[in-house]
């Protein structure tokens, strides 16, 4: 049974910067990962993805050049480094497996509270 626990949330200041962990057990680890997050009152959205040798990665437009992905495979462990924070990155940050045609495995989230 893979499991996922992320760690890094908390609260910071806009314009700061944050850096979550996302650890994965009980399986290979050759698989895409993303990093996805729900915002109050909207729906899940994808943040960043990265293939499974680390080769591709895509970014929503709204964390280009400010937010990070990337994954060292021999800790099974998948980052996102976050910078220059806005009001509007607020949101419970989820990370997640693709170990099918889709992303099948996910974590518990970890919040992420960007204050002014």
């Known amino acids: 049974q893979v499991q996922l626990v992320e760690s890094g949330g908390g609260l910071v200041q806009a314009g700061g910067s944050l850096r979550l962990s996302c650890a994965v057990s009980g399986d290979t680890f050759r698989y895409a990962m993303g990093w996805f997050r729900r915002a109050p009152g909207k729906e899940r959205e994808v943040v960043a993805t990265?293939?499974?040798?680390?080769?591709?990665?895509y970014y929503a437009d709204s964390v280009k050049g400010r937010f990070t992905i990337s994954r060292d495979n021999a800790k099974n462990t998948v980052y996102l480094q976050m910078n220059v924070l806005k009001l509007e990155d607020t949101a419970v940050y989820y990370c997640?497996?693709?170990?099918?045609?889709?992303?099948?495995?996910w974590g518990q989230g970890t919040q992420v509270t960007v204050s002014s």
């Open positions: 990265i293939s499974w040798n680390g080769g591709n990665t």
């Open positions: 997640a497996a693709r170990r099918g045609s889709d992303y099948d495995s």
